[in-house]
T-cell receptor, first 110, second 116 residues
Framework: QQQVKQSPQSLIVQKGGISIINCAYE??????FPWYQQFPGKGPALLIA?????SEKKEGRFTISFNKSAKQFSLHIMDSQPGDSATYFC?????????FGDGTTLTVKP | DAGITQSPRHKVTETGTPVTLRCHQT?????MYWYRQDPGHGLRLIHY???????DKGEVSDGYSVSRSKTEDFLLTLESATSSQTSVYFC???????????????FGAGSRLTVL
């Protein structure tokens, strides 16, 4: 049973548009929900993260929305830029271990 | 990359041969991890370590072993490589985020392994 489900698998957005990636989790014991960004040939890097007692967190153009009752969280990228083209992974962690979604490949068209 | 070095970065080997991947860190972090990344499967935990000689299995540990004899080095070994182990392998360390105190992962650049 996959503990973290991520959608969509791929996403194409025009420059300036909003990119939205969704994740759902099963285990209510997860206590931290980070998003990682990965460029080709590189390792994933932390982008933004949220705790389950917060409903929204914003850092620049990136926002996490968190719905604890629905066990869902999402990443919104405002004013998407071609430089945002990358693979994005949501994750859920507890006890120093992280479970990842399958990833979303974002392409931002100029 | 928080002082994480993976070696080799690329390796091609044949089925049945042993392979060892090395992860070296320079910041004295206690927790280290090995993940594999495959298309459509995200990142899956193979093994992790919570100290010297202290290791535990992840969700896809079959066919892999690890060792940690020094804080800075975490080795992943494929005793007899199979084609299903063709993948990109990432080492990671866990550090405490200065905001919120939660633990986040910092990854190495990856090791691409091809088993023919």
């Amino acid at each position: 049973q996959q503990q973290v489900k991520q959608s969509p698998q791929s996403l194409i957005v025009q420059k300036g548009g909003i990119s939205i990636i969704n994740c759902a989790y099963e285990n209510t014991a997860f206590d931290y929900f980070p998003w990682y960004q990965q460029f080709p040939g590189k390792g994933p890097a932390l982008l933004i993260a949220i705790r389950p007692d917060v409903s929204e967190k914003k850092e620049g153009r990136f926002t996490i929305s968190f719905n604890k009752s629905a066990k869902q969280f999402s990443l919104h990228i405002m004013d998407s830029q071609p430089g945002d083209s990358a693979t994005y992974f949501c994750a859920a962690s507890m006890d120093r271990k992280s479970t990842f979604g399958d990833g979303t490949t974002l392409t931002v068209k100029p | 990359d928080a002082g994480i070095t993976q070696s080799p970065r690329h390796k091609v080997t044949e089925t049945g041969t042993p392979v060892t991947l090395r992860c070296h860190q320079t910041e004295n972090h206690r927790y280290m991890y090995w993940y594999r990344q495959d298309p459509g499967h995200g990142l899956r935990l193979i093994h992790y370590s919570y100290g010297v000689k202290d290791t535990d299995k992840g969700e896809v540990s079959d066919g892999y072993s690890v060792s940690r004899s020094k804080t800075e080095d975490f080795l992943l070994t494929l005793e007899s490589a199979t084609s299903s182990q063709t993948s990109v392998y990432f080492c990671a360390i866990s550090r405490t985020n200065r905001v919120g105190g939660a633990n986040v992962l910092t990854f190495g650049a990856g090791s691409r392994l091809t088993v023919l």
